[in-house]
């Protein structure tokens, strides 16, 4: 007799699952982590029979781990403080709702505000083993008696929900990926579930260059098969990451201009306005450095979506397949197509070198922009900017597409007339828009440069959301969901994570030589004057609009393009060489 298969979300929520987070106590998990999955229970997402039990150092029972998680959970319970003005006024007028009504409209499901007795109905699931032992590197010992209370949790969550269909482990390592291979060794031979999936879930950095990745990738599947391990990448779980394939291959319009012959250079920019210390983890990122804490993962996979082929379907497999035809083809980083350097005091802030935990003779950059080739026929002399830095004058993570200029441009003599360019924000808020050059009403035939906003809706329930005090999406939730369901696509594969090691490794080997000279740039700038001179060397024309929402007191002008027509919009008088001279123009300006 055969029987339908059940669908997989309606399949887990059937079965008993244990969500084991091994170093439960770090940043990552308490401020990352932790959230989310709350979020995901609150919302009903992750299945009846769950549990959450963390393992860590730090000697916490039950109830003081509980009470730890408490403080950062309330966090995710955000409201609209007494007197402040609430979105909801603006979204209400966008959707024509009365000042009474419901708002909600036939695309938008009225979502739950998180309460309290929510945080408690989470934690009533979360329990926490404290570990006594300290795991070396990768030449030490396995204790004989690590992991026993932890595998007699694992076993007490089985015996207590027999009933179900299938017993499913999830082993999430927020821990260093020195200590992967002997934990791994520990979890298989007494935590493994003889009836259910067993799934391994590791945080970057994944080695620091091609032979020790090589290593890691070796002792961890003579564990764990490799369809069973999730590299996470939190950037693949970004909404706007997740909409650049439903975006390039749901409309015409894209596909025949995403090629070679009509985009100019892509840039992919990271950029934080805090340094390595603000964070508390200088020591990591000084042996790490931008490029491997940011570029060789974040940015690389970014570029591969950007650039990848319509794959045969969206199973995660096909999908993978093109992300890493990309990755293949990317050029070795020619010491001339890179600038690296580190912040110096600046605005009130100590220089990255005066940092007690960082080395006079450090070499881990704080800043890189790297100009990488993709060797195929459809990208091949497009220069794909890559940009990462700390320490800079503003919070900013985006994908500019900048097509070419129009072949015979009636308009090309004209001031107002800019590049298109598709901007993909992830950062400070995720926003879809497309920069484009249009007639100014009137009389007249002038043209401005403007901005045609393709995330409007979604911005509205993101507004909604904001007013109603419920968090927006993160990362993570969706990343999650997937791991619980088994679709890896939004997960790393080891012959993805080789071929981005080998685009970044030999640069790397260069900077910690002191082959490739190390500038530097004051703290709270737009970073080193070398990588601006080495954008301009691309082709690269900086066009801003208003959309863009650019600091522009911290911008040199004399570098950048500003058409007239926008400098008249924004108040700004233009030199008699064509450039603006800046007066620190307000937000609203």
């Given at each position: 007799?055969?029987?339908?298969?059940?669908?997989v979300e309606?399949r887990v929520?059937?079965?008993?699952?244990a969500?084991a987070?091994l170093?439960?106590t770090?940043?990552?998990?308490?401020?990352k982590?932790?959230p989310?999955?709350?979020?995901?229970?609150?919302q009903?997402f992750?299945?009846?029979r769950?549990?959450?039990?963390?393992?860590g150092?730090t000697?916490?029972d039950?109830t003081?781990f509980?009470?730890?998680?408490?403080t950062?959970?309330?966090?995710?319970?955000?409201?609209?403080?007494?007197g402040q003005?609430?979105?909801?006024t603006?979204i209400r007028?966008?959707?024509?709702?009365p000042?009474?009504g419901?708002?909600?409209?036939?695309?938008?499901?009225?979502?739950?505000?998180?309460?309290?007795m929510?945080?408690d109905?989470f934690?009533?699931?979360v329990s926490?083993?404290?570990?006594?032992?300290?795991?070396?590197?990768?030449g030490?010992?396995?204790?004989?008696?690590?992991?026993?209370l932890?595998a007699?949790?694992?076993d007490?969550?089985?015996d207590?929900h027999?009933?179900?269909?299938?017993h499913?482990?999830?082993?999430?390592l927020?821990?260093?990926y020195?200590v992967?291979?002997?934990?791994?060794a520990?979890?298989?031979?007494?935590?493994?579930?003889?009836?259910g999936?067993?799934?391994l879930v590791?945080e970057?950095?994944?080695?620091?260059?091609?032979?020790?990745?090589?290593?890691?990738?070796a002792?961890?599947s003579?564990?764990?098969?490799?369809?069973?391990?999730?590299?996470?990448?939190?950037y693949l779980?970004?909404e706007?990451?997740e909409?650049?394939?439903v975006?390039?291959f749901a409309?015409?319009?894209?596909?025949?201009?995403w090629?070679r012959?009509n985009i100019?250079n892509?840039?992919?920019i990271?950029?934080?306005?805090?340094?390595?210390e603000?964070?508390n983890?200088?020591?990591y990122?000084?042996?790490q450095g931008i490029?491997?804490?940011v570029m060789?993962?974040?940015l690389?996979?970014?570029?591969a979506?950007v650039?990848?082929?319509k794959?045969a379907s969206?199973?995660?497999?096909?999908?993978r397949?093109e992300?890493?035809?990309?990755?293949?083809?990317?050029?070795?980083i020619k010491?001339?197509?890179m600038?690296v350097a580190?912040?110096?005091?600046?605005n009130?802030h100590r220089?990255?070198?005066?940092?007690?935990?960082?080395?006079?003779?450090s070499?881990?950059?704080t800043?890189c922009?790297?100009?990488?080739?993709v060797r195929n026929e459809?990208w091949d002399g497009?220069?794909f900017?890559?940009?990462a830095g700390k320490?800079?004058n503003?919070?900013?993570s985006e994908?500019?597409?900048?097509?070419?200029d129009?072949?015979g441009?009636l308009?090309?003599?004209e001031q107002?007339q800019g590049?298109?360019?598709?901007?993909?924000?992830?950062?400070?808020?995720?926003?879809l828009y497309l920069k484009?050059t249009i007639?100014?009403?009137?009389?007249g035939?002038?043209i401005v440069?403007?901005?045609?906003?393709?995330s409007e809706q979604?911005k509205?329930?993101?507004?909604y959301?904001?007013?109603?005090?419920?968090?927006?999406?993160r990362?993570?939730?969706r990343l999650i969901?997937?791991?619980?369901?088994?679709?890896r696509?939004?997960f790393?594969?080891?012959?993805e994570l080789m071929?981005?090691?080998r685009?970044i490794?030999?640069?790397?080997?260069?900077?910690?030589?002191?082959?490739i000279?190390?500038h530097?740039?004051r703290y709270g700038?737009r970073?080193?004057?070398?990588?601006?001179?080495l954008r301009r060397?691309t082709?690269?024309?900086?066009s801003?609009?208003?959309k863009d929402?650019?600091p522009?007191?911290?911008m040199?002008s004399?570098e950048f393009?500003f058409?007239?027509?926008?400098a008249r919009k924004?108040?700004?008088d233009?030199s008699?060489d064509?450039s603006i001279c800046l007066e620190?123009?307000?937000k609203?300006?």
């Amino acid at each position: 007799k055969l029987v339908m298969p059940l669908p997989v979300e309606v399949r887990v929520k059937q079965e008993s699952l244990a969500l084991a987070v091994l170093g439960a106590t770090g940043d990552l998990s308490t401020k990352k982590l932790f959230p989310c999955l709350f979020q995901l229970h609150y919302q009903g997402f992750l299945p009846p029979r769950t549990t959450v039990i963390g393992y860590g150092r730090t000697a916490y029972d039950d109830t003081s781990f509980r009470t730890l998680l408490r403080t950062f959970l309330t966090k995710a319970i955000r409201s609209v403080s007494p007197g402040q003005s609430s979105p909801c006024t603006a979204i209400r007028r966008s959707l024509d709702i009365p000042a009474g009504g419901e708002l909600v409209d036939a695309n938008m499901v009225e979502p739950r505000e998180p309460t309290p007795m929510d945080i408690d109905r989470f934690l009533s699931i979360v329990s926490y083993v404290h570990s006594t032992h300290n795991y070396g590197g990768l030449g030490s010992e396995i204790p004989r008696d690590a992991l026993e209370l932890f595998a007699a949790k694992l076993d007490q969550h089985k015996d207590t929900h027999q009933s179900a269909n299938a017993h499913n482990r999830v082993f999430y390592l927020a821990l260093p990926y020195e200590v992967w291979p002997h934990i791994c060794a520990l979890l298989k031979q007494k935590c493994m579930s003889d009836s259910g999936f067993n799934r391994l879930v590791l945080e970057k950095p994944f080695g620091r260059d091609t032979a020790s990745a090589l290593e890691l990738n070796a002792r961890l599947s003579s564990v764990f098969s490799e369809e069973h391990i999730y590299r996470m990448d939190r950037y693949l779980g970004k909404e706007i990451v997740e909409n650049l394939l439903v975006m390039r291959f749901a409309n015409r319009f894209f596909s025949p201009i995403w090629n070679r012959d009509n985009i100019k250079n892509v840039q992919i920019i990271f950029k934080e306005p805090y340094g390595a210390e603000d964070q508390n983890r200088t020591a990591y990122f000084d042996s790490q450095g931008i490029m491997r804490d940011v570029m060789q993962n974040h940015l690389l996979q970014i570029l591969a979506l950007v650039a990848m082929d319509k794959p045969a379907s969206l199973s995660h497999e096909d999908i993978r397949d093109e992300k890493l035809k990309v990755l293949r083809c990317v050029q070795n980083i020619k010491d001339e197509d890179m600038v690296v350097a580190q912040y110096t005091a600046g605005n009130g802030h100590r220089g990255y070198k005066e940092h007690p935990s960082v080395a006079d003779d450090s070499t881990a950059p704080t800043f890189c922009m790297a100009v990488l080739y993709v060797r195929n026929e459809r990208w091949d002399g497009v220069p794909f900017i890559l940009k990462a830095g700390k320490g800079l004058n503003e919070r900013r993570s985006e994908v500019r597409i900048q097509l070419r200029d129009v072949p015979g441009d009636l308009f090309s003599e004209e001031q107002g007339q800019g590049p298109n360019e598709f901007v993909l924000r992830m950062q400070p808020e995720e926003e879809l828009y497309l920069k484009m050059t249009i007639k100014k009403p009137g009389l007249g035939m002038n043209i401005v440069p403007s901005e045609m906003q393709l995330s409007e809706q979604w911005k509205l329930v993101q507004g909604y959301k904001s007013a109603k005090g419920i968090a927006p999406r993160r990362a993570y939730e969706r990343l999650i969901l997937d791991l619980i369901h088994g679709f890896r696509g939004h997960f790393v594969r080891d012959d993805e994570l080789m071929a981005a090691w080998r685009v970044i490794t030999p640069a790397l080997e260069r900077i910690d030589s002191g082959k490739i000279p190390m500038h530097t740039y004051r703290y709270g700038s737009r970073g080193p004057n070398e990588a601006e001179a080495l954008r301009r060397s691309t082709g690269h024309t900086a066009s801003i609009v208003a959309k863009d929402d650019v600091p522009l007191d911290s911008m040199p002008s004399s570098e950048f393009y500003f058409p007239s027509a926008f400098a008249r919009k924004m108040n700004l008088d233009p030199s008699s060489d064509g450039s603006i001279c800046l007066e620190s123009p307000t937000k609203s300006q």
